[in-house]
């Protein structure tokens, strides 16, 4: 079964700093990875997509992808308490066929004044 | 751009009764949408795939009789959810693709069955 995989957390850091989190998947031919950001009782919310090795870089978010290792990870500069919430990876799992993807169960985030 | 709106936000309802979730891009068309279903403090699970002018893909284990989708065009699709049971109680949620890969999620609907 294709899976998607992050720590549930909670990840703690203290304003202002650097938060990291991080996603791997089994499917070996997958193309697309997003990152979302989904507050309690809301809906998801895109924040970043990746398609290629590297970083992507998007105002105070950085993607990094590593197909060869199958991780993709997420970089929040300058955390701040509103962006206290769940986030989740998904992974597009058929290689674009279509545009199906699995969500990972979600990292909370919990930022500190 | 790429905003995606859900109606009801919220519905409570008896058990046995059914219930219609619309689900619309406003600012672009979305040949495919995707409907999920989020248990308190769970992932998002997809229930279906709907393309617009033909039959809706359902994932394992969802019934396709009890949740009924409909992609009348590009711009709606529905999601009816037939006598509904408390166990159906849930956060309903769409997405609808405007390009490559990328889903945008209405803001969802919460269901309660009685």
């Known amino acids: 079964q294709k899976e998607v995989e992050q720590n549930s957390g909670p990840l703690s850091v203290p304003e202002g700093a650097i938060a990291s989190l991080n996603c791997t998947y089994s499917d070996r031919v997958s193309q697309s990875f997003f990152w979302y950001r989904q507050y309690s009782g809301k809906s998801p919310e895109l924040i970043m997509s990746?398609?290629?090795?590297g970083d992507k870089e998007d105002g105070r978010f950085t993607a990094q992808l590593n197909k060869a290792s199958q991780y993709v990870s997420l970089l929040i500069r300058d955390s701040q308490p509103s962006d206290s919430a769940t986030y989740l990876c998904?992974?597009?799992?058929?290689?674009?066929?279509?545009?199906?993807?699995?969500f990972g169960t979600g990292t909370l985030l919990a930022v500190q004044p | 751009g790429a905003v995606v709106s859900q109606h009801p936000s919220r519905v409570i309802c008896k058990s046995g009764t059914s219930v219609k979730i619309e689900c619309r891009s406003l600012d672009f068309q979305a040949t495919t949408m995707f409907w999920y279903r989020q248990f308190p403090k769970k992932s998002l699970m997809l229930m279906a795939t709907s393309n617009e002018g033909s039959k809706a893909t359902y994932e394992q284990g969802v019934e396709k009789d009890k949740f009924l989708i409909n992609h009348a065009s590009l711009t709606l699709s529905t999601l009816t959810v037939t006598s509904a049971h408390p166990e159906d109680s849930s956060f309903y949620i769409c997405?609808?693709?405007?390009?490559?890969?990328?889903?945008?999620f209405g803001p969802g609907t919460r269901l309660t069955v009685l």
């Open positions: 997405s609808a693709t405007p390009a490559y890969n990328e889903q945008f």
């Open positions: 998904a992974v597009n799992i058929d290689g674009g066929a279509t545009n199906k993807l699995i």
């Open positions: 990746i398609y290629s090795n």
